[in-house]
T-cell receptor, first 118, second 115 residues
Framework: ETGVTQTPRHLVMGMTNKKSLKCEQHLGHNAMYWYKQSAKKPLELMFVYNFKEQTENNSVPSRFSPECPNSSHLFLHLHTLQPEDSALYLC?????????????????FGPGTRLLVL | AQKVTQAQTEISVVEKEDVTLDCVYETRDTTYYLFWYKQPPSGELVFLIRRNSFDEQNEISGRYSWNFQKSTSSFNFTITASQVVDSAVYFCALSEVTGNTPLVFGKGTRLSVIA
């Protein structure tokens, strides 16, 4: 099943670099999500987009900047990251994500980008 | 606030044994959804099941079965006759319908099935 793809799969960057993570879904869904998974911590929701509009920003630092040009593509632009930002970044999609009920639809996840910030 | 507790951090079993992964949740909402996901070493979370709070029937899908008990706020997952390919981290998650909150995951249970 390659419904949700993410590139790159692995990324190493310095604290002064700028990079972007890409996610693409082939499921015809209208909602897309970014999650962060750190070691020994629960998955943390970062952003939610529904029909290209951001519906949730879970108090994420501004060094993470999402972009959703259409319902099939989602980017996460990274700049001046810190070592504690090293984690697995997972993208997901669902049929919809109505405001206030974004978690009730089944979300389908990509394989993630494993990020290491040096 | 909603919360999901997976008390078992790691479990090891020998192949062909049955294993149950526990999930206890907290919510003030009367309408909610519960999920289980599997995360193999490749990293991708694989959807296993979605259950709404009004459906307390237990579900079986092949070697997988789920026991939903509202009285104890639990949604446990059993793998029968475990196989090495079942080795993964399993996450339970909860979403409230009227609570205006996103999906909340437990910390996961790492299952190792030894041949």
């Amino acid at each position: 099943e390659t419904g949700v793809t993410q590139t790159p799969r692995h990324l190493v960057m310095g604290m002064t670099n700028k990079k972007s993570l890409k996610c693409e879904q082939h499921l015809g869904h209208n909602a897309m999500y970014w999650y962060k998974q750190s070691a020994k911590k629960p998955l943390e929701l970062m952003f939610v987009y529904n029909f290209k509009e951001q519906t949730e920003n879970n108090s994420v630092p501004s060094r993470f900047s999402p972009e959703c040009p259409n319902s099939s593509h989602l980017f996460l632009h990274l700049h001046t990251l810190q070592p504690e930002d090293s984690a697995l970044y997972l993208c997901a999609s669902s049929q919809d994500a109505l405001v206030g009920t974004s978690g009730t639809e089944t979300q389908y996840f990509g394989p993630g980008t494993r990020l290491l910030v040096l | 606030a909603q919360k999901v507790t997976q008390a078992q951090t790691e479990i090891s079993v020998v192949e062909k044994e049955d294993v149950t992964l526990d999930c206890v949740y907290e919510t003030r909402d009367t309408t909610y959804y519960l999920f289980w996901y599997k995360q193999p070493p490749s990293g991708e979370l694989v959807f296993l099941i979605r259950r709404n709070s009004f459906d307390e029937q237990n579900e079986i899908s092949g070697r997988y079965s789920w026991n939903f008990q509202k009285s104890t706020s639990s949604f446990n997952f059993t793998i029968t006759a475990s196989q090495v390919v079942d080795s993964a981290v399993y996450f339970c998650a909860l979403s409230e319908v009227t609570g205006n909150t996103p999906l909340v995951f437990g910390k996961g249970t790492r299952l190792s099935v030894i041949a």
